[in-house]
């Protein structure tokens, strides 16, 4: 569908905290007027009318693995953005833990290549850190790449930062934003020596959370703002899974000045160490899902803001991966086609407002990384839009599933809202369940 004009009418428009009946005109890629009523000037205009559906911006996801180059039999960046916007995100920032890895300027240029031609949403890419590539980071351009991405933890084998004076060498020596993936590689693999001595490689799904523990977390993102403090460093610890991490971080001033900064993922907030049982590995993350008082304690700390942003953390992996023993099992499952979904589903509980939902989807990942005129329903910033109907029910099955895995841990379940239309740059990219062919993304730049 063509991005000429379009005219959003009678819409329940969500911006900065508010709610407000309204029309949109978006003109090329931009939105150039919201007013209480707009005529259509000419029939050349594409009218649509969204009586009674919520009209919101569109999702930035700061943390995806779309898996190319090098693990394309998982998910590619043109599968994985076609399910983003889908699913109502219409930015995202993928991780360096491809094959080969981010960590040089020419394998960079390498993915911006491949997302230019082949994105359906809006796209970055962090960079990652290594012990040996402090040359490279400083490099970076800051107004084309998100930032840094650091593994303090063992996810993603020879990008594992465990040098300390190199850690403390990066966080002195880059303006870029760094993000952490926090958990002690120490503890880790101590409690999983522990497990596999009593049950070998097939260690029982509900010990996950036990071996990736809460210490386990909370020892490596408490260093981690303890080096940020010490250095001045700007730092965003991803995806918190434990209540008691929550307390490393403050309320007390507003996003734009925070200097340390947070986020929770979906799978975080929906399921519970009681899934286990039923879901098995394709609720395997990591860091671990972990108990119900965790999951309380981290929408607690959302609603305040303490945590700052909502994510999804997207990390397919075949479902004949999955079905390995637990030791085989890879940790990470798909999420963008169904975050949206399952956050106004837990509004439809009363556990959060869409106004909140917006916040931390929206406004603050673009105030996080200062991405430049997105993240709003605002007049001059780009038409990233997506309309709701929280009153259209459908239910996830093999058959709407887009992601190149196949398989979704929310198989089955029944959700009350229904994403109805996704606009990229003012451009109608995705409704009711059809994604047309017209890519309309762009890099994302950011104002620093």
């Known amino acids: 569908m063509s991005n000429k004009t379009t005219l959003i009418k009678n819409a329940k428009i969500v911006n900065e905290g508010t709610i407000f009946n309204g029309d949109i005109l978006i003109e090329g890629e931009f939105i150039t007027k919201i007013d ?11 009218v649509f009318d969204a009586e009674g559906k919520y009209v919101i911006p569109g999702m930035i996801d700061d943390q995806v693995h779309f898996r190319e180059p090098g693990l394309t039999h998982k998910a590619n960046i043109e599968t994985e953005s076609r399910a983003a916007i889908a699913g109502g995100i219409t930015s995202f920032i993928e991780m360096p833990n491809t094959n080969p890895q981010t960590t040089t300027i020419e394998k960079l240029n390498d993915k911006f290549a491949i997302a230019k031609e082949t994105a359906y949403a809006n796209y970055s890419f962090m960079f990652g850190g290594t012990n040996d590539n402090l040359d490279e980071i400083l490099k970076v351009d800051p107004k084309q790449v998100a930032g840094l991405k650091l593994f303090l933890g063992s996810s993603t084998g020879n990008m594992l930062v465990d040098n300390p004076e190199v850690l403390e060498k990066i966080f002195s020596s880059t303006d870029l934003l760094i993000s952490v993936h926090c958990e002690d590689e120490e503890t880790i693999r101590a409690n999983t020596e522990v497990y596999k001595a009593r049950y070998g490689e097939d260690i029982p799904m509900n010990f996950h959370p036990i071996i990736r523990s809460e210490a386990a977390c909370y020892l490596s993102s408490s260093k981690a703002i303890e080096l940020a403090k010490k250095t001045g460093a700007r730092l965003h610890v991803f995806h918190l899974s434990t209540g008691k991490e929550t ?27 009681k899934d286990y049982d039923e879901k098995g590995t394709l609720i395997k993350w990591n860091p671990a899902v972990k108990t119900e008082k965790d999951r309380a304690q981290l929408l607690k700390a959302l609603l305040d803001d303490r945590i700052d942003v909502i994510a999804t953390d997207h990390a397919p992996h075949t479902i004949e991966e999955k079905n390995n023993v637990y030791t085989k099992a890879p940790s990470g499952g798909p999420l963008v086609q169904h975050a949206l979904p399952a956050l106004l589903e837990m509004h439809h ?31 001059g910033y780009y038409a990233d839009l997506v309309v709701v109907d929280l009153n259209n029910p459908w239910t996830v099955n093999k058959d709407n599933i887009l992601y190149k895995c196949g398989w979704s ?32 993304a762009k890099q994302l730049t950011f104002d620093r």
């Open 349 to 379: 509980r009363g556990q959060i407002s869409i106004e909140k939902i917006v916040e931390k989807t929206a406004h603050n990942p673009a105030i996080l990384f200062n991405v430049e005129k997105r993240g709003y329903v605002k007049e």
């Open 36 to 46: 209480t009523s707009i005529s259509a000037k000419s029939s050349d205009v594409n």
């Open 247 to 273: 307390k490393l971080f403050s309320n007390k001033i507003p996003l734009k000045d925070k200097k340390i900064t947070s986020e929770v993922c979906i799978h975080h907030l929906w399921f519970s160490d």
């Open 409 to 440: 841990p929310f198989e089955g379940t029944t959700f009350k809202s229904r994403i109805l239309q996704t606009y990229v740059n003012g451009g109608l990219a995705y409704a009711n369940f059809k994604i047309y062919d017209t890519k309309f």
